[in-house]
Nanobody
């Protein structure tokens, strides 16, 4: 069993900052990718930022220069530091990982429950 515990969502004014945190726990051999996706009302879920175990990072164009992802491999945690927030950033943010149960296993996707981020004055 794998668990992802997310925290840090909430209401913030435009131009403000928030930090989302996600901690992974449970029965797995290793985690490959950790990151965040988001889904706004009426829209498809989209990638926000991801980071591999080795440090390769991907950001959505819409958040480059404003958001930063950090990851602690030893603690199995990933944070998303969001700055200069805009109303368009309003969405449910989902923690995402890929993990495997043993060395010979393939990586599987796993999602958190989601945390609401609302940017509004």
């Amino acid at each position: 069993q794998v668990q992802l515990v997310e925290s840090g969502g909430g209401l913030v004014q435009p131009g403000g900052s928030l930090r989302l945190s996600c901690a992974a726990s449970g029965s797995f051999f290793s985690i490959g990718v950790m990151g965040w996706y988001r889904q706004a009302p009426g829209k498809q879920r989209e990638l926000v930022a991801t980071k591999t175990w080795g440090g390769y990072t991907v950001y959505a164009d819409s958040v480059k220069g404003r958001f930063a992802i950090s990851r602690d491999n030893a603690k199995n945690t990933v944070d998303l530091h969001m700055n200069s927030l805009k109303p368009d950033d309003t969405a449910v943010y989902y923690c995402y990982i890929t993990f495997r149960r043993d060395l010979r296993d393939t990586y599987a996707d796993y999602w958190g429950q989601g945390t609401q981020v609302t940017v509004s004055s």
